[in-house]
DNA sequence: CCCAACATGTAAGGGGTTACATGATTTT
DNA sequence: AAAATCATGTAACCCCTTACATGTTGGG
């Protein structure tokens, strides 16, 4: 249950709507954990619920309101509570390298196709990440900025430095990503000369 | 419906029973696709039923039985389509960069513990993989053995070769994040150092 | 004879995807 | 006035996890 994890983390930076949310998930900070608005609005009650997060009805315009999510303290405990329990991966599954494991079965137009279209998929998540970690590093990000007023002044290299150090991590996989899929083209190339 | 794929793909090496895949994916080749067998019975009675495989009712002992499901043309059929059709990749959603992400909020110790786990998990998979590689590339691994053995000549190299490349994609990776995570035990000290 | 491995199911519940649905507000 | 954005839902369906459940066979 780790979509709750994600939404305590990101509310813990500020107040927010589940529309706001749902626009970080699909945005920058998405690119770490995703959900569609479809999840998100139902979950954001649960916490409620649940105790986790407190929802204010702010106005918004003349007639329309909107519903704004700040976490509690038992949504704070939550968060640091799993925070310092050990992580569980998930099984692994990955589609890419299944699909890689029977090129042989395939033409090598396809197989060129198939590592072309990873090679793009990572450059383009390699964009998004490297963008992220820059805005992070250099504290332009809006919410990192709320979230440094915030918190405690003796915690803010810390804040920054874990947030640079896990796109770190996914932009190196991306960086792999890449070079791996380059070496793809090019054993298409020789696997397919050969014969 | 990724699963319905790893199994076709397993089942072009040779007829397997449900058991056969069970433990094979919860073995070696599950590090690549893993799934409980409690998905993969049903799935393959379904896959049965849409005429992707065909199931053979085998004796066993003197008095019971087990079901070979074997891969019918339109099976092999159905794993080259999706073969040569672009893969779609999920969403991101990364539990251990989350996780890293917000270690400001945990002492020095569940910070450590954090990326020691995160250095024994990948070391592990590392383990798993590198032995499933050098199966592979020396042959010796007994699927792969079996499919060398029914499927055409001129394709041999590649079959061999797509499988280790797709292993080496894995092996990679968790060098990466053993990596990865080292640098983080060095970077827990220096944050907890300077307070 | 007992135990490990072989062999195959069902079912409840959780989480995620996709599609349907609606209305207010702000910008052009 | 139209279009884009803000804002929030519901519902069907699929996939996966976890737990319950049962019986056979082969080796020590």
Chains 1, 2 share one sequence.
């Not at 909107?66 to 310092?84: F, M, P, S």
């Not at 820059?134 to 332009?140: C, L, W």
């Amino acid at each position: 249950m780790s979509l709750r994890h994600a939404l305590l983390a990101l509310l813990s930076a500020q107040p927010m709507t589940g529309y706001d949310v749902t626009k970080l998930f699909d945005g920058s900070v998405g690119q770490m954990w995703q959900a569609p608005h479809s999840q998100i609005y139902p979950e954001l009650r649960r916490m409620e619920a649940d105790g986790l997060v407190d929802g204010e009805v702010v106005p918004r315009g003349t007639r329309a309101q909107k519903r704004r999510y700040a976490l509690t303290k038992a949504g704070a405990q939550e968060l640091d509570d799993w925070l310092a329990a050990p992580a569980d991966y998930p099984p692994v599954r990955d589609v890419a390298r299944l699909h890689t494991a029977y090129l042989e079965r395939v033409g090598a137009d396809a197989a060129r196709a198939h590592f072309r279209a990873h090679q793009a998929h990572h450059e383009r998540l390699l964009h998004m990440w490297t963008a992220m970690r820059e805005s992070i590093a250099s504290e332009t990000n809006a919410v990192l900025a709320e979230r440094l007023r915030h918190g405690p002044e003796d915690r803010r290299r810390a804040t920054v430095a874990w947030k640079v150090f896990a796109y770190d991590a996914l932009v190196g996989r991306a960086r792999l990503e890449i070079a791996w899929a380059k070496k793809g083209l090019d054993l298409v190339d020789e696997l397919h000369a050969a014969s």
